[in-house]
Structures are given as structure tokens and as C-alpha cells.
């Protein structure tokens, strides 16, 4: 036993240092003025259609698409911000933080009062400690924390509060839960299961308000909003795909490496609970092929759910984290038999089962992130340090049990495996660079910027609401966003923003690309947590206005002329070219040819002021095709060769910072006889 209580003592410690680790982080990430998580800013601007008067749920058009979310979360931050007289990423954040430590709080109360503080302090630690393993999203500007709280409140009421007056709150928790989230509704069948055991008429009770109040409440929102609250919430996510294999397979494959306690412990004081073989026995065998499955996949692609393991390479180390802990759970059983008689009640298997089923729902819909094994580390992080009391401490008249500690040494494990490095979860100095850096470019644009990944940049800089980027996939099915080509030709926007990874359906040729984002580190201002994204490229309008890259040179060409510009050889002709090229600004590019020709094309001198060149560039053949920058005569950088199939221009760059001040001359040379090169839209930048 005094074994037992070290190991216990030892996993309290880890969790608590898990808790710490995530108060920091969430403290540091809560003012960062830019998603953590690509969907946040998308999420926030629910609430701003709220502050400014229009409805989240309408038709969907490039004005806005909502999530497929109930309108819950955004309401308590438009509520909020009306208050404090600001809508922003720290508001949005504080309200989850805020829901999480509820949450624990509610975690710490149920351990406390049925089984004593040690087991409530574990389930606090517990819980703290997948933070990563859940996507990192407790803190994040999601209804996902809030969700969890309410489910968690209302189940505490429903199990605490054994009176008409809680199976009513309960019920009231509960479509509160829903109005947030509708994944709370896998939950009130299982706590109204109880109710009906315990007390029929509270269980009636408990069922009419929570099916009454949330059906008045669908009914009332959807008549507001024309049939379209319905359509979002409902028949949208009948668009998204179900994925059989995730909940018959995959989802406890991935469980069972990222988490094996989570179901594991749980599965062996089953054993005891309920000594019936045709219950435990398929389980075990199931995540046992599971097991078998994922270890002969060992070359899988690094999977979004695996990436944050410390211990994922070499990969063969994934296997050892489940087969310890199984290891030293079939120990215990094989040195106690079935002596135990667990003292936990079964409401709290009850609720696990309901957590194991809502997570595996989630995990198995397209687009899931890790965000889903939230309902599961809730019910778990309740059951498992009572499990532990029941196998480590059993009843006094109980005998008792041999090598306990096996149990709590299991719990240690598993703590230790969840180790994450906080680091990499906050922004840093890099991404506060990057962030002033983006400042610096938009500042620039005079007129509305469409930011698809990240609308709510775009509300607090041109105070507009516009389409998120997941909003143009999510309603694809629907017919898409159909009204934004034709605003887009209009260029109703001065610049569009595209993340890596992304695209806006009807750019071209509407608009150019006038920039590809350098950013100071490869990882700076990409999102922490869900799809790893960040701001790649800015498209400018079409606008066929000459511009000029020093006094007296053209630097797109749009006068018609090689104004500042002197050809030698014969392939860049007399004037500029006006053939359609897929990627051109404005209407004309210097365009090398015809064929067998060689030449360059050089500008002027001028004195180098900016760090750095860019230029949208096409090049076909194998010969020799740069954009290279000349002093005293001799070539001090050169960009990259390009060699495509067919001409089509793209965003290209030289560093140039080390030859500030210098004079300087930009030459474009076709080498290749038999090749053609095109330029357009030359940048000097800082």
C-alpha cells in the first residue's frame, strides 16, 4: 500500500506540473493578436455579425458563411463585447480558459466527494495533461471548452442534485450545452437512463424540459432566420462524410496509442465491476487487433494526431507507451483474479460510455480534428482515478489486493508519455515579426482586403465581416458561395490574402499575385494547433496603371513601352507583349521571342534603396533564363531558373539587402535559342 500511495503521489505531482504548464501557455496565447488555431478568427466573427446587427444563419454569399455550430459560443462573446466594448482574440480566448477551469473545477469536486480530494486533485492533473493529445483546444476561441462545461455541469447537477429542482437545471444545462455545441445531445440519453433509474418522475421531468426547451429553441431561432438555422446545423453537417472505418477501427487505434489509459484502465476495472466475460474479453480482443493493425502500418505519413509525439521517432517507439501500460495492467489482474469488488458507482461507467461513443462520432466525420477526444477525457479523467481507488484501496472488509502499485505505475506511464513541449504551442518572437511584417504589407493597400483564413483581420482592419475559408468548402455541396465571382471580378476587394494550402475559387484573372510572404523563420505566424497554416501569398486587383521601380523605369510594363529599358539581341522585340500569359498584371509583360532568339532586356541604373526584389516570372524551355541584378558591370545576384511546361507566371524573389545603396542595374536574359521567358510586375521591397 505505501508503494501504492508514492506512485499516486508521484502521477498528483506530474499533474499538477500538467496544470501549471497549461495555465502558462493559455496566459501567454490568450493577447496573441492572430489565430492559434486557423478557425478562430472565423468563429469570433460569428459575434461580430451579432454587434453589428446582421444574422449569423442567412443564405451564404462572400458577406459571410456560418460554421456548422449552434450560435451558443458567439452570443456570450457579442454579450460580452457590448459590455467591455471590444470583440477580440483575448475575449474570445478568456471565455474558454475560464470554461476549462470550470471544467476542472468540476472534475477536482466529483473526485472529492466520491472518493476524497487525492482522487479529484488527480482528475484535475489528468485532464490538464491532454491538453496537447486534445488538439491544445482549452483555451482556443472555440465553443469546444465551453461545450465541455456545460455537459460537465449539467451531469454533476443531475448526479448531486437528486431533486426535481436539479433534474430540471440538469435539463436546462444541458440545452445550453446544445445551443453551444450539438454534440452535448449524445449525452442526455445516458443521463436520463439514470434519472429513470433512480426516480421515474425526475426522469420525465428531466426529459421533457431538455427535449422541450431545446426544440422551442431550434424552432424560434429557425423561424428568425428563415429556415437557414436548420439547414446550417443540421442539413450541413449531412454534407460533411461519415467514416465507418474511423468508428470501427481508426478511432481506437489512435485512442489506443495516443491515450491507451483512457480505455485501458477503465477496461480492467470493468472486469471487476461487471464479472461477465462476453463484455471485456471482445474489447480486449478488438483494440488488440487494433494494436496489431497500427503496428504493421508502422510506415504510415506523419498523421495530424501523432506529429506532437516525442516519442514518434524512431516510429517503432509508438508501441511501447501501450504495451507497457497493458503490460502492467495484466499483471494486476493475473496476481488478483476476480477477488476485487469495486466501490465506484455505475453512473460513472454510465457517462464514460457516452464520452467513448461521442468522441468516436466526432472522430469518424470528415474534417475531425483531435479536438474530439474531448467528451472522452472528461468521463475518463472522472472514472479513472476512482477505478484507481477501487483497485489500489478497496473496501475494508475487502481483501486486499497483491502488487497494487502496478495500477498507479501504469497512471505514471501514461503521464510521462503525454509530455508535450509547451514552446511549441505559444507564438514567439518570430511570430510577433511576422505579424508587424503582415501589418506593414496591408498597410499598403488602399482599399477592403478579403483574408478568407482569417476574417476577423479583416473585420477589425475595414470593419466588414466577409466569407471564411472553411465557410466556401463547407456549402461546396450546396452550389458554393455563388455570388463571390462576380464580386470579385468587380475587385470589391483591393487585395485577397491566400493561406498555404488554400484557394478562392474565380482569383484568376481578376486579380495577380503581387506577393509570396518571406517570413523570418520557417514556422513563423503558422497556426499552432489543427491545420498548420499561415498567410502565403497577397493578390492585388487588376489595375493597368504603370508603376515604376526607380525614376524613369517601368516596372510593369503598362505604358506600352520599355520606358527605362534597354534590349540587346532580338528576343524581347520593341515593346512589351499583349498575348494573353495566365498569371500577367495589367494587360501588357516583357516576353521574350520569337523563337531562335537570344537577348536581354537591362534597366537604367539607379541607386538600390529596398533589400529586396520580387517579379512575376514565366520561363519555358532548358536553357539559361534568370532575372539577375548587375554592379559595376559585373552580376552581384541572380534569382532562380525556372523551367515549365508552359508559360505561366508565378511570384519569384532575390535578396538584396547586402547591396543597399549601391547602383545598380536589373537585366533580363534569355540564354535559350529555343525557350521563352516572360516578366511582369517588378517589386522593390523592403
Not at 2 to 30: H, K, M, N, P, Q
Not at 372 to 379: D, E, G, I
Not at 550 to 560: I, L, P, Q, S
Not at 672 to 682: C, K, N, Y
Request: net charge positive.
Amino acid at each position: 500500500m505505501r508503494a501504492s500511495r508514492r506512485l499516486t503521489d508521484a502521477a498528483l505531482l506530474l499533474g499538477v506540473a500538467y496544470l501549471l504548464t497549461f495555465l502558462v501557455v493559455a496566459l501567454i496565447r490568450a493577447s496573441f493578436p492572430f489565430e492559434v488555431e486557423w478557425m478562430e478568427g472565423g468563429m469570433v466573427t460569428h459575434a461580430a455579425r451579432l454587434l453589428d446587427g446582421e444574422r449569423i444563419y442567412a443564405p451564404p454569399s462572400a458577406d459571410f458563411v456560418p460554421f456548422f455550430y449552434t450560435p451558443g459560443y458567439p452570443a456570450v462573446l457579442a454579450a460580452l463585447a457590448r459590455v467591455t466594448g471590444d470583440l477580440n482574440f483575448a475575449l474570445a480566448r478568456g471565455v474558454s480558459i475560464l470554461a476549462t477551469l470550470a471544467t476542472m473545477g468540476l472534475l477536482f469536486r466529483i473526485g472529492q466527494r466520491e472518493a476524497g480530494w487525492r482522487s479529484g486533485l488527480l482528475a484535475v492533473g489528468l485532464y490538464a495533461a491532454l491538453f496537447r493529445t486534445n488538439g491544445a483546444f482549452y483555451d482556443l476561441a472555440r465553443p469546444d471548452a465551453l461545450f465541455i462545461a456545460l455537459v460537465a455541469a449539467a451531469v454533476y447537477v443531475a448526479r448531486y442534485r437528486p431533486t426535481a429542482l436539479g433534474a430540471t437545471a440538469a435539463a436546462l444545462l444541458f440545452v445550453a450545452g446544445f445551443f453551444t455545441k450539438q454534440t452535448t445531445s449524445v449525452f442526455v440519453p445516458a443521463t436520463a437512463l439514470y434519472l429513470l433509474w433512480r426516480d421515474w418522475r425526475h426522469g420525465l421531468l428531466f426529459l421533457v424540459v431538455a427535449f422541450g426547451g431545446a426544440a422551442l429553441g431550434v424552432r424560434l431561432i429557425d423561424r428568425a432566420h428563415d429556415g437557414w438555422f436548420w439547414t446550417f446545423i443540421f442539413e450541413g453537417h449531412q454534407g460533411h462524410l461519415f467514416y465507418w472505418k474511423n468508428i470501427l477501427l481508426e478511432y481506437w487505434r489512435d485512442v489506443l496509442f495516443l491515450a491507451p489509459l483512457l480505455l485501458l484502465l477503465p477496461l480492467l476495472w470493468l472486469g471487476y465491476k461487471v464479472p461477465v466475460a462476453a463484455l471485456s474479453v471482445p474489447l480486449a480482443a478488438w483494440w488488440t487487433y487494433a494494436f496489431i493493425f497500427r503496428a504493421s502500418t508502422l510506415d504510415y505519413v506523419p498523421h495530424m494526431y501523432y506529429r506532437e509525439l516525442w516519442y514518434e521517432t524512431p516510429r517503432w517507439l509508438v508501441l511501447v507507451p501501450p504495451v507497457l501500460i497493458a503490460a502492467l495492467l495484466l499483471a494486476y489482474r493475473a496476481l488478483n483474479g476476480a477477488r476485487l469488488r469495486p466501490r465506484t458507482d455505475g453512473f460513472w461507467l454510465l457517462m464514460f460510455v457516452a464520452g467513448v461513443g461521442s468522441s468516436g462520432l466526432n472522430h469518424s466525420t470528415q474534417w475531425a480534428y483531435a479536438n474530439c477526444f474531448m467528451p472522452l477525457s472528461l468521463f475518463a479523467c472522472a472514472l479513472i482515478p476512482l477505478a484507481l481507488r477501487d483497485l489500489t484501496e478497496p473496501a475494508p472488509e475487502a481483501p486486499r489486493p497483491r502488487a497494487a502499485w502496478l495500477v498507479p505505475l501504469a497512471v505514471l506511464v501514461q503521464l510521462v508519455a503525454w509530455y508535450y513541449r509547451p514552446s511549441a504551442q505559444v507564438p514567439g518572437a518570430a511570430d510577433r515579426a511576422a505579424l508587424t511584417q503582415l501589418d506593414a504589407e496591408l498597410a499598403g493597400v488602399d482599399g477592403k482586403v478579403l483574408f478568407p483564413a482569417h476574417p476577423l483581420y479583416s473585420w477589425h482592419r475595414d470593419g466588414k465581416v466577409h466569407v471564411h475559408q472553411m465557410g466556401i468548402q463547407d456549402v461546396a455541396f450546396m452550389g458554393g458561395v455563388e455570388d463571390l465571382h462576380a464580386r470579385l471580378r468587380a475587385h470589391e476587394w483591393a487585395a485577397v490574402v491566400i493561406d498555404e494550402q488554400n484557394q478562392v475559387p474565380g482569383l484568376e484573372p481578376s486579380y495577380y499575385l503581387g506577393e509570396r510572404f518571406a517570413w523570418p523563420t520557417r514556422d513563423a505566424l503558422r497556426t499552432k494547433t489543427g491545420f498548420l497554416v499561415r498567410p502565403a501569398q497577397v493578390w492585388y486587383a487588376q489595375d493597368p496603371v504603370e508603376r515604376w521601380l526607380a525614376d524613369g523605369v517601368t516596372a510593369n510594363f503598362e505604358g506600352g513601352a520599355y520606358l527605362g529599358w534597354t534590349a540587346q539581341g532580338e528576343a524581347w522585340g520593341d515593346a512589351p507583349s499583349r498575348r494573353p500569359l495566365r498569371g500577367r498584371q495589367g494587360v501588357f509583360a516583357a516576353l521574350s521571342g520569337p523563337p531562335s532568339a537570344k537577348g536581354t532586356l537591362r534597366s537604367a541604373p539607379f541607386t538600390l534603396r529596398h533589400a529586396r526584389l520580387t517579379y512575376l516570372m514565366a520561363a519555358r524551355g532548358i536553357g539559361r533564363a534568370y532575372v539577375q541584378v548587375r554592379a559595376d558591370g559585373e552580376v552581384i545576384a541572380r534569382g532562380a531558373r525556372l523551367r515549365q511546361p508552359r508559360l505561366q507566371l508565378t511570384r519569384q524573389a532575390i535578396d538584396l539587402s547586402a547591396f543597399v545603396g549601391r547602383t545598380v542595374q536589373i537585366e533580363l536574359l534569355d540564354g535559350d535559342a529555343q525557350g521563352e521567358m516572360a516578366i511582369d510586375d517588378l517589386r522593390l521591397k523592403d
